[in-house]
């Protein structure tokens, strides 16, 4: 290819992923459990009470699309942390293995932390946090 079209194939792609991410961002979320199963943190071994947080969270976010999480404070969005500032991170999905960050979501009142993974526009919860002790808080 040469110097012309090959600048002029990247600017063409170049806007495509701008809108592939605009988009995104633009989108409401999804929520997996799929892989909130199998440790003792999973969604199946929480009480009640923080059953309710999840849900109260999950409708609440569900309004609103990402661009708008993505500029929400941590208290009520979500925060990226790296993987190594976990203690503990039991069955770690292999599809997300390779990940260096792990997005954290705070439940209401209180009530613990949904830990896992952003793909596209769905979260994938993995554990749910009501110990306070999968990472360091700070």
């Not at 990402?66 to 993987?83: C, M, P, S």
């Amino acid at each position: 290819m040469g110097n012309k079209k090959k600048d002029k194939f990247f600017k063409k792609h170049e806007g495509e992923q701008e809108l592939a991410s605009v988009s995104i961002n633009a989108r409401f979320p999804k929520f997996s459990f799929e892989f909130c199963f199998g440790s003792d943190r999973s969604i199946d071994k929480a009480v009640k009470e923080v059953k309710l947080s999840v849900i109260e969270k999950v409708v609440y976010l569900s309004q609103i699309p990402w661009v708008d999480i993505k500029a929400l404070a941590r208290e009520n969005g979500f925060e990226k942390i790296n993987k190594g500032s976990f203690k503990k991170l039991p069955n770690i999905p292999k599809k997300f293995d390779a990940e260096d960050k792990i997005v954290v979501f705070r439940l209401p009142s209180g009530q613990g932390r949904l830990i896992g993974y952003i793909e596209e526009d769905t979260f994938f919860v993995v554990w749910i946090d009501t110990k306070f002790d999968m990472y360091n808080h700070g």
